[in-house]
């Protein structure tokens, strides 16, 4: 069974300081991971996907993250928070061979000016 | 390219009303999903659609619940009778194939108060 677990429930950072968003993930075999964004009142977009290509996924607005297998690892990064990138983020494992997603709990990221 | 539409956007209603929430998925996906998120439960899944045909609905609540997918491009999710514990924001996803490794694409939810 897959399951994905976010380290942090809150994130905190100045602007301008790198962003770090943790995630572990538990899957039986080469999962699909992805990370979402969900902004007040809006639906989730898409940041980035991994699918077996490169371990390091580049995304929208300057998020990246890697892929560690070893650490069953799929953080979040980013080189320097914008006051616009404060939401709630989601870390995301594939459900076996069908389209369902399995979601982590969240982790509201806060950017102080 | 027009993403998923959910109708109405905010619907606020009595308790033992009818509710019927609406989704437009993105032209070309075959897969639509029906989403509930609430401050308590997060994200739960309750209910998706391959092809028009719904493939699990384990998610569904209860019997109050039940949904629909007449066509590639339409479903809706209706609550009767609703209750003030399904007040929550429900969103509409769709994907193309409904495969592994396959995003899903959100709409912008609809938040439903049942007073």
């Known amino acids: 069974a897959q399951s994905v677990t976010q380290l942090d429930s809150h994130v905190s950072v100045s602007e301008g300081t790198p962003v770090l968003l943790r995630c572990n993930y538990s899957?039986?075999?080469?999962?699909?991971l992805f990370w979402y964004v969900q902004h007040p009142n809006k639906g989730l977009q898409l940041l980035l996907k991994?699918?077996?290509?490169?371990?390091l996924v580049k995304g929208i607005n300057g998020f990246e993250a890697e892929f560690k297998k070893s650490e069953t690892s799929f953080h979040l990064t980013k080189p320097s928070a914008h006051m616009s990138d404060a939401a709630e983020y989601f870390c995301?494992?594939?459900?076996?061979?069908?389209?369902?997603?399995?979601f982590g709990q969240g982790t509201t990221l806060q950017v102080k000016p | 390219d027009a993403g998923v539409i959910q109708s109405p956007r905010h619907e606020v209603t009595e308790m033992g009303q009818e509710v019927t929430l609406r989704c437009k998925p993105i032209?070309?996906?075959?897969?639509l999903f029906w989403y509930r998120q609430t401050m308590m439960r997060g994200l739960e899944l309750l209910i998706y659609?391959?092809?028009?045909?719904?493939?699990?609905d384990s998610g569904m609540p209860e019997d109050r619940f039940s949904a629909k997918m007449p066509n590639a491009s339409f479903s809706t999710l209706k609550i009767q009778p609703s209750e003030p514990r399904d007040s929550a924001v429900y969103f509409c996803?769709?994907?193309?194939?409904?495969?592994?490794?396959?995003?899903?694409?959100f709409g912008d939810g609809t938040r439903l108060s049942i007073l």
């Open positions: 996803a769709s994907s193309l194939e409904g495969r592994v490794g396959q995003p899903q694409h």
């Open positions: 899957s039986s075999y080469s999962p699909s």
């Open positions: 991994y699918t077996s290509a490169a371990t």
């Open positions: 995301v494992v594939g459900s076996g061979n069908t389209g369902k997603l399995i």
């Open positions: 032209s070309g996906h075959n897969s």
């Open positions: 659609f391959n092809n028009n045909v719904p493939i699990d």
